[in-house]
Each structure stands twice: as C-alpha cells, then as structure tokens.
C-alpha cells in the first residue's frame, strides 16, 4: 500500500483548516474525501500503487485548487503534497482531463520517502519490464539491491544474511511463501508464479520493517501487480532462444539450450467507473542442457569405457504455464473489493541442480510434476475521513511430486562422481495456506495507528525418506572398481512415513507513526506471534512467545537529507518439513540399516561382489536404529535483533545516494547435532575421536534439531540512482559486508557440519551466505531512433566453502563433517573461498510506435553473460573433497559446477523477443 502526507496553503503560504480534499484514483474511480487539520495537514494510507488526482477547497473562505495535482503512488511509498489554494475567480477557466490508465506499471522510482524509517530498493514496472531476464522471473531482480543476493540453490534470496528461509515474500499484502519449505512459492523448483506482464512494480525492504509484517527475521520482499481501468490496455510478446547462440560453458562444452516463451495480459472495465480486469498468462518451453562429467582424475588413471560412456549432454525439459486474474469493485463510495486468482502448472523432465555440469548420470535425475492455485480477496472500508479498515482472506495450494529417473541404490565415488538413482528418491508433498488478515489503520492530528491481527491455518503433507533404495559409500575410484565400499545404507519403511499435519499462527501488532517536529517522525510498534506446531507421539514445542518491539526515526534536517534509525526484533517461522523428519524419523515408521554399525550388511548386499544390490526386508540382525531424528524441548522459531542507520542525500535533481549501516544477529537458527556421543579425544591433527561406546547402546546417531545456531551481519550499503531523464535511469549498490554464523544448513536432508557437538564455539566461522563485497549495476538508457540500451551488471566477491576429507575419521557415523588436514592441522569450517563471480548482461531495444494512443511494437536482443565469465563454484553445499594426505582427492580446492543456462551468470546465451503493447 501507499500514502499521501500533506499541508493545505493559502496564496500567502497560511495553512488553511477544514479544507475538503478529494483524491481520486484515475484507474480504478475510487475517491477519498478528507478535510485538513487545524494546523492545514492532512494524511491518507492503505492507497492502492497507480495514479492519482488530488482536489482541494475552501468553500467558506472563497479558496479551491486552481488546477488539480497529478501523481502515481509506488509500492510502499508516502508521497508528500503542498496543497495551494487560491481565490475561486481564479479557477473559472480552468479543465482537468484524468489521467489514462498505466499498463505498464510506474516508470519511475519513487521519491525520498521522508517519513518511513525502513530501508528498501524499489523497481519500477519499467525495470521489470525492460531489465535483461534469463527466465522471465521478475523473483532473479530481487538481488538488484544493496545488502541481498541469490542463494547458493538460485532458489532463494538471501537478505541482511539471513538465510532464504528467513526472509518472507508478500504479493498485494498477502504472505507468499510455502509454509512446508519456508521458501517463496515456486523457488525450489524455479517455477515462475506469476506472469512478468502481471507485475505493476515490486521493493526489496532490508531493515526497519513495522509491526505489521512478520514471520522475517531480515526484510522482506512486496510485490503489487497490476489493475484494470477505464480503458482496455494489455501487451503480448513470443520470446525465443535459439539453440546455436548458446555458447560454451565454463567446462568448453557444446549446449544445445533453447527456449520458446509466449504470453500476455489484458485489462478493462467491466462497467465504466464500477468494476475492473486484468489477466494474463504465460506459457514456456525450456530444453536446459547440462552435462554429466565426472570428476577428472590423476594423470594416469584411465577411466574404463563402461564409465566413460555414461557421461554425455543430458537436457532438462521444462513446461511451465502460469496464469493470474484481478478483479476490483467499487461496492459504493466507502467500499472496494479486489479479487485475485492465480494458477500454475509445473512439468520437468532430468531435473538438475542448477549447474551446467553434475557428477551423477542421468539414472541420477529425476521428473517433477504438480500445480499450484492461490486465491484472495480483499475488502478496503473508508470508516471515516480519518480511518480506513482493510480485511484480506487468502488460499493457496501447492502440490509437488518429484520422481526419481531411477529406483536403483546409489553408488557415491569420493573424487569422481555418482551413479545409479538419487537416494533421497521421490518426493511428494502438498502446502496449502489460508490466511485471514485485518488492519484498522486510523489518523488523530500528528499520529497514525495500525492496529490488526493475521491468522493463518496451514495443513500441509509430505512423503520422502532418503536412502529407501540403498546407498553404498566407497573412498576413491580404485575403490569402486575393486568392489570394496565404505559403507552400505538403507532405510526401512516399517509404518506411515507420510507425514501429515498442520501449522497454525497467529498474530496481533500495533503500529503508532508521531510527527514529534516538521522534520522528525516517530514509528514504534510491537507485535506478537505465536506457532503452534503439529504433534505426534514424540512432543514438539509450540512456539507463543514471539514478542517483537519495533522502534524508528526518521529525521530530514534540511530538504534533501533524511536521516533514519531503526531497531527492532524479528522472529520468522519454521518451515513444516523440519517437524516432518521429526514425526516419520523418530524410530517408529522407520528402521535405518547401516554397514558402520552392522558391517554384516556388507555381505549380505553382495557389497564385494560385482553385484551389489539393495535388500528387499530389513534383516534380523541390524541394530534397531542406525539413525534416528528427534526434536530439543526448548526447540523455538529463529530471532533477530537488527539495528539500522542511514543518510539520504539528493545532491542537484538527478543524483540521490543513500549510506548506511546494518548490524543483525539472529539467535536460535535450526541445526542437528548427533546427541548420542560421548566426549572425544583429540588427536595430534587437531581431530576429535570419539568412543566407540555410545550413551545409548540401542541407536546409532540421534539427530536432534535444536535452536541454538548463531549468526551475525555487519554491513556497509550504498546506492546510487541518477533519474537522467523520465525514462533514463542508473542505479548502482555496493555492499561491504560481514557474514558469521557456527551452522549455516537450511535443509532437513543437507550436512551436519559440526566437528565436536561438545565443542560448539570451535563452529564459530565465516558463514556459507557470506560475500564480502557485492556490486551490482543497472540502467536503462533512451537513445535516439527509439532504441533503448540497458545493462545489468553484477559481481561478487567469492563465498567461503568448506574443505572436507569425504569420508569418517571421527568414529561419529558422519561422513561429512571431518576436516580435511592441511599442513598437519584440521581446517577451520569454511575456511576457503571460492572463485569471485561476475555477469554483465545486456538487452537493446527497438520502439516502434504503431497507429492508436499507446500503442507501440517492441523488439527485444538479449545478451546474457557477454564477457564470458565462467563462474566456476563449489555447489549448492560449498564443499570440496580433500581426503587424507595419504589418500589425496585429486580435484581438492577446484571448483567442479558453474551456474546453468537459467542462471545469473551462466553461459552466454542470445534471445530475441517480440512484444506488442497498447495502453
């Protein structure tokens, strides 16, 4: 939503009391009638983003508004008026015509908002529309701002240095995330859920987020998108990839990736002045090529044909269809509805990790199906001059089914590669949320209060279980071919491992905003929120203590200067599928079969043999439990504390450079910790040995998830905009940043990294999200002739990642939590960077103006990554295989992935596109 702050001025510069002034919505028809204070102030909230018409009157003193103010609200924006009213004779000749309807979303940022106290980056429907897109998913321009960037997966956004998990993604006010992964709906399997043409405009919020949002412990992400008007306006574009003009990745290999995407969207009125439209939708066509390559080996070692033959191109087939409709309904002069639905249909063919290259045959790939619906309504009641009520109700649904190329056990080779079928294996879930949300926003003189509640009930299931198929584990490649494994694993379903049950939240905040002076406004708030959690035979701690007091200033001591200061508690929520392993691996529905505590498996899985094979029934002599997931009872959601300063400064009228500081430290993160160990011994490496004995003779590793990880994030932030002209712009970030943290998993299935549970501090470390300096660039230039060139350009310093033997030499079970040793002593946790990353894309474009107002054909030329960078990474896990120095991995420190054809940052790719727009 948005704001108007304003004064009421005679022709002298006198405030003006009990003026009437009418503000008019040119797209939708909505009015809001107020009159001005004693002092000739006045502020309206909770506007709709679009364009406005601003009228004013004095009926008893003979004033009115000689010509009517025209302005467009953005997201999140308070636009500040000076209102000057004249004598009536003035205004006899005066005619107003509104304003047409903006399809095409604002074209401009926003002005410094002088009131708010958060810090935020905002792009405008022109950036949207006219930036540089891989995937046409406005979600990738998130990281075009200071302070945030991707997350190793490309399925996330990380902000303030919390994990993607953490940060919560709104679209029209309504939470936007999946309550089972806690990430934004669609990011794990890069499904776009909204149509780009749909998108009026979005802002990143990365400190001083009020009361009123919650469930982040950073900022969050707030999309609007777009509304019908008076006039029927709409666009329709085809873009293609061809094949040929993909060039070769960063391992010299040939891709034949391509790419054929169509859509658009229309709006309207349903009856003039009364009711409105707008729908669109978009359907694409993806080959992604990527290639199974192992890893390369020592010079000598030949690679038998057998395994030479499984690598090859592998291309992953994607069909995605996304599809919105909005509806608004002016009910009378005090009430509007809005209505939205959105639908999404996901269909993927050898899925990949998002890298060109991987390590596993496509036995090792898998297919994804499902469909995702979200539905909402809201209803926005003026109550009075001085007091607007808005309830929102909201429904979504995804479902996800993602089956395995093949059910075969997995073959891990430390230093090569994988072969056979993944053993995390087939994946089937289903979120759905309903929300139920009330803001009572109301003005008294100086102050405005927001006072609400959010409630939302979210059942949801899921089935996956790793290893049902088997996993054997061997030490090298001579290994494999020799028939000796490592170890053997398997899990057995011995009961319902479908884990199904509910998330319910609540919330309740207040919001007070106080203009103590002209020049300094007050925020404060608090809010409340509570978890309940599913339960099972084994407890699992609900959460209601979620107290979260938000405090902030903003002060502008001249008229180009706003200074902020905030400072606030932020709790987020914890995902569903951290209390799935809990339920369905607890040591009831299932028994893990595992060759460290029972080598007798070996034998009887042919192990030694050229044969090795899965077992059909657990066998009667394992231990009843090699691995079991529990839960800690003081186990609670993750907490932040953030601090924020900044300086705004317009220098001339074109130039605005905003500096800052932020300082996070969030408490309570998730991590697991095997608690079914005794103390170790240090040997002279620096490693802990642990005995062989454990507590509890009866289970192997007993996984605990606890709320006792830590990090911090320190930050330096600089943006720059220079609005040249109306549609010429460059926008410029710069982040000096510290990242730390002693666990940085955010995966119920990923690593537990801790080398001694006994000794926690010794985590203490660079965390996996941490980039030191980030630079990103982007603009959008009006040339002569109608052409148009826009860059986009972004670059990183190298993350940490973390050097790892590959294999256990602790005597916990973990393979991949041993430090490799270096020079004699064990490595620090991430304590090795991986290569800095750059890309500069850039996308030209031709306008022709065609017959009819607004209407024009636009041909778009993409070039993605045009300086070739390579973009060489350690994975998703950023993690690299050192071994022992007596048994050395001959790829240790070399960074075997690189960001795929969909990715910022993959190889350099050509796309055309097409697009015919009227409005």
């Not at 004249?86 to 940022?109: I, K, W």
């Not at 979600?139 to 998990?165: M, P």
């Not at 929520?573 to 392993?581: I, L, Q, S, Y």
């Amino acid at each position: 939503m948005a704001s108007i702050t304003g004064d009421v001025v005679d022709a002298q510069g006198k405030p003006v009391a009990g003026a009437e002034i009418t503000i008019t919505s040119t797209d939708l028809s909505a009015k809001r009638v107020l009159r001005s204070s004693d002092s000739g102030g006045f502020r309206v909230q909770g506007l709709v983003p679009g364009a406005y018409e601003i009228k004013a009157e004095a009926k008893l003193l003979g004033l009115i508004l000689k010509r009517p103010l025209r302005l467009t609200l953005t997201l999140g924006s308070n636009t500040e008026v000076s209102v000057r009213l004249a004598p009536t004779a003035v205004h006899q000749s005066t005619t107003v015509h509104a304003r047409a309807g903006t399809s095409e979303g604002n074209t401009l940022a926003p002005a410094i908002n002088k009131t708010e106290v958060s810090q935020n980056s905002f792009l405008a429907g022109m950036t949207v529309t006219y930036l540089p897109n891989r995937d046409r998913d406005f979600s990738q321009f998130a990281q075009l701002a200071a302070g945030t960037h991707e997350d190793s997966t490309g399925s996330g956004v990380i902000i303030s240095g919390q994990r993607a998990s953490s940060v919560v993604t709104q679209v029209d006010g309504t939470n936007f995330d999946n309550p089972l992964t806690g990430s934004r709906r669609g990011a794990e399997d890069g499904s776009f859920f909204l149509p780009q043409t749909v998108v009026r405009e979005f802002e990143i919020v990365r400190s001083g987020v009020t009361a009123q949002t919650g469930n982040t412990n950073a900022g969050f992400i707030n999309v609007a998108t777009k509304e019908g008007s008076n006039k029927f306006h709409g666009e329709a574009f085809y873009t293609g990839r061809p094949a040929t003009l993909t060039a070769a990745d960063a391992f010299d290999r040939s891709l034949d990736n391509q790419q054929n995407t169509f859509g658009g969207s229309f709006g309207g009125p349903i009856h003039h002045d009364r009711s409105f439209f707008y729908a669109g939708t978009e359907q694409d066509f993806l080959h992604a090529p990527y290639y199974a390559q192992f890893e390369p080996q020592a010079s000598g070692v030949d690679l038998p044909e057998q395994l030479a033959s499984m690598q090859g191109q592998i291309t992953e087939r994607n069909t995605p269809t996304a599809g919105f409709a909005r509806f608004d309904f002016l009910l009378n002069s005090a009430n509007t509805l809005n209505l939205e639905f959105s639908a999404n249909r996901v269909r993927a063919t050898n899925i990949s990790d998002g890298s060109t290259r991987t390590i596993g045959t496509e036995d090792f790939a898998s297919s994804l199906g499902g469909q995702s619906f979200w539905v909402r309504g809201g209803l926005t009641t003026v109550v009075s001059s001085q007091s607007v009520n808005q309830f929102v109700t909201a429904w979504s649904s995804d479902h996800r089914h993602l089956s395995p190329n093949s059910n075969g056990p997995e073959f891990y080779i430390n230093g090569f590669g994988i072969l056979g079928g993944d053993a995390l294996g087939e994946h089937l879930y289903s979120a759905r949320r309903f929300e139920l949300a009330d803001t009572f926003s109301v003005e008294a003189g100086k102050t405005s209060v927001d006072i609400g509640s959010v409630y939302s009930y979210d059942p949801m299931y899921e089935q996956r279980e790793e290893n049902l198929n088997g996993r054997f584990d061997y030490n090298s490649l001579d290994d494999f071919l020799a028939n000796n494994p490592r170890r053997f694993q398997q899990t057995f379903a011995v009961g319902n491992t479908r884990f199904s049950g509910s998330i319910n939240e609540l919330a309740l905040f207040i919001n007070a905003k106080r203009d103590l002076t002209k020049h300094i406004v007050l925020t404060a708030g608090l809010r409340w929120a509570g978890q309940w959690n599913p339960q099972s035979a084994q407890k699992i701690p609900n959460d209601l203590m979620q107290w979260q007091p938000r405090l902030g200033l903003a002060w502008n001591p001249t008229e180009k200067t706003v200074v902020r200061i905030s400072a606030g508690i932020y709790d987020a929520a914890t995902p569903g599928a951290v209390f799935h392993r809990v339920i369905s691996d607890s040591g009831t529905n299932t028994i893990v079969a595992d060759s460290y505590f029972d080598p007798e498996l070996l034998a009887l899985t042919d192990a030694n043999t050229n044969a090795p094979h899965a077992l059909a029934t657990p066998p009667t002599l394992i231990q009843s439990h090699a691995l079991v997931v529990n839960i800690d009872p003081g186990f609670r959601n993750p907490s932040s504390a953030q601090v924020a300063f900044s300086v705004d400064q317009q220098f001339l009228t074109k130039l605005e450079i905003n500096a800052g500081y932020l300082h996070s430290a969030t408490w309570r993160l998730q991590r697991r910790l095997d608690e079914n160990l005794n103390p170790p011994t240090v040997n002279a490496d620096g490693i802990p040995i642990f005995p062989s004995v454990r507590p509890n003779s009866a289970v192997g590793r007993d996984l605990v998830n606890q709320s006792s990880a830590h990090s911090s994030y320190n930050a330096f932030l600089l943006t720059a905009t220079s609005q040249i002209s109306r549609r010429t712009q460059l926008v410029a970030n710069y982040t000096l940043s510290q990242t730390r943290d002693d666990d940085s998993s955010n995966d119920p299935y990923g690593i537990d990294s801790a080398v001694n549970p006994f000794e926690l501090q010794q985590e203490r470390a660079f965390s996996s999200l941490d980039e030191r300096q980030t630079l990103n660039l982007e603009a959008i230039f009006n040339l002569p002739l109608g052409f148009k060139c826009n860059p986009l350009f972004v670059t990183h310093s190298g993350q940490p990642y973390n050097p790892i033997i590959g294999f256990d030499t602790q005597n916990d079970a973990n393979d991949w939590n041993d430090r490799a040793v270096i020079n004699g002593v064990m490595s620090a946790r991430n304590s090795m960077r991986q290569p800095a990353f750059s890309d500069l894309d850039l996308r030209v474009v031709k306008d022709f103006t065609l017959k009819g107002e607004g209407h024009h054909l636009d041909l778009f030329l993409d070039v993605f990554n045009l300086a070739g960078a390579e973009n060489r990474n350690f994975g998703a896990d950023a993690i690299s295989l050192f071994g022992l120095p007596s048994q050395p991995v001959f790829t240790a420190g070399q960074p075997q992935y690189a960001p795929g054809v969909t990715r910022i940052g993959g190889p350099r790719e050509v796309q055309f596109t097409a697009r015919l727009v009227a409005f």
